[in-house]
């Protein structure tokens, strides 16, 4: 159930918003966070459509799911996110819906980026997680919640 709320942006002029009361939001269990934690990859598909899944890195900040995206073409996943903020992650054996939310605080996409340096420091895997704490990277920081 989504509330409406006044909120003001100070970037912005006042707008109403939807949010929902805290407690109301959705979060993943116990068990689906450690599965990503443990998980080397996870199946993203982005948006509603027919499209497939596809393997990308995910890491959990605070009891929340991010990821990034290292292509950046035009049809890459997390454009497809960006028009159609809605998807299916698979983990664990199992299809979960999400939603996508486009992550602004600085603060969390420096904790989003120690965790992929934190999770992916194999040599084969640091090149990458580098990578993907450099602003062009950084800036297609995505936050999954469940439906």
């Known amino acids: 159930m989504a509330i409406l709320s006044p909120a003001l942006d100070a970037r912005r002029s006042p707008r109403l918003r939807w949010s929902a009361p805290v407690s109301l939001k959705r979060r993943f269990s116990d068990e689906v966070l450690a599965a990503i934690r443990k998980s080397h990859v996870i199946g993203l598909r982005a948006g509603a459509g027919p499209h497939r899944f596809i393997a990308v890195w995910a890491v959990v900040v605070a009891g929340r799911v ?33 939603r996508a939310i486009h992550t602004r605080s600085e603060r969390l996409k420096d904790a989003v980026s120690r965790a992929y340096l934190d999770k992916y420091k194999t040599p084969g895997s640091i090149k990458y997680a580098r990578d993907l704490g450099r602003a062009k990277s950084r800036a297609t920081t995505t936050e999954l919640a469940p439906l």
């Open 66 to 98: 991010f990821v990034r995206s290292w292509s950046h073409k035009p049809n890459s996943w997390h454009k497809v996110l960006l028009k159609e903020p809605r998807g299916v992650i698979q983990v664990a054996g199992a299809d979960i819906a999400v």
